[in-house]
């Protein structure tokens, strides 16, 4: 579990109940994403560099998750060079 207090966990900012759970990892390179991946991603968007400005090196992941109250969000992470120097967080 995610500690409530974490500057990692996002909040999902609208109601999700009508999506289960994930219940396993998928394959990174070839699948449909889950729908509450999908709505993560959406919510990170803004907060992205401008992908189509950066050249190389550039990948970023949501992981759904519950905190520690049990309540549903996700961690965000990149890898890569979005700032022009390679960099992972």
Known sequence: MIPMNSPYFFSFSH?????????????PFYYEPHPLCITAMEILR????DIES???????????????????????A???????????G
Not at 78 to 88: I, V
């Open 46 to 49: 803004p907060y992205l560099p």
């Open 15 to 27: 109601d999700i109940r009508e999506n289960e759970f994930p219940l396993k990892f998928n394959f």
């Open 54 to 76: 950066m050249s190389i090196g550039k990948m970023f992941g949501v992981l759904i998750v519950k905190n520690d109250l049990g309540e549903a969000g996700f961690i965000a």
């Open 78 to 88: 990149y890898s890569g060079k979005p700032t022009g120097e390679f960099d992972a």
